[in-house]
Nanobody, 114 residues
Framework: VQLQASGGGLVQAGGSLILSCTAS????????MAWYRRAPGKQRELVAT???????NVADSVKGRFTISRDNARNTIKLLMNNLKPEDTAVYYC?????????WGQGTLVTVSS
């Protein structure tokens, strides 16, 4: 499985961005896809998860601002980020999980200026 993430960039506080992650390869076996982030000097944080059955959840820290979705082909997930805050600044990583195997995308940088 290969994951390609895109959509990061520089945005002012209160702005919006959409991150995309496209999976290729043995995607039919993917159990879930998720977005993580790592802010400077902090541990990696789970941001949002999309399960194979279509259920989804987001972290409390971004609830009401971030939404995870997937396209009809079920090989791309998106993270819609609204009302961005400086504390959302981080490298965002896409994860695809197949049983106990975890595959990571290359990361995309989101910078939110105050």
């Amino acid at each position: 499985v290969q994951l390609q993430a895109s959509g990061g960039g520089l945005v002012q506080a209160g702005g919006s961005l959409i991150l995309s992650c496209t999976a290729s390869g043995n995607i039919i076996s993917i159990d879930k896809m998720a977005w993580y982030r790592r802010a400077p000097g902090k541990q990696r944080e789970l941001v949002a998860t999309m399960y194979n059955d279509g259920t989804a959840n987001v972290a409390d820290s971004v609830k009401g601002r971030f939404t995870i979705s997937r396209d009809n082909a079920r090989n791309t997930i998106k993270l819609l980020m609204n009302n961005l805050k400086p504390e959302d600044t981080a490298v965002y990583y896409c994860l695809g999980q197949l049983g106990s195997l975890a595959y990571w995308g290359q990361g995309t940088l989101v910078t939110v200026s105050s």
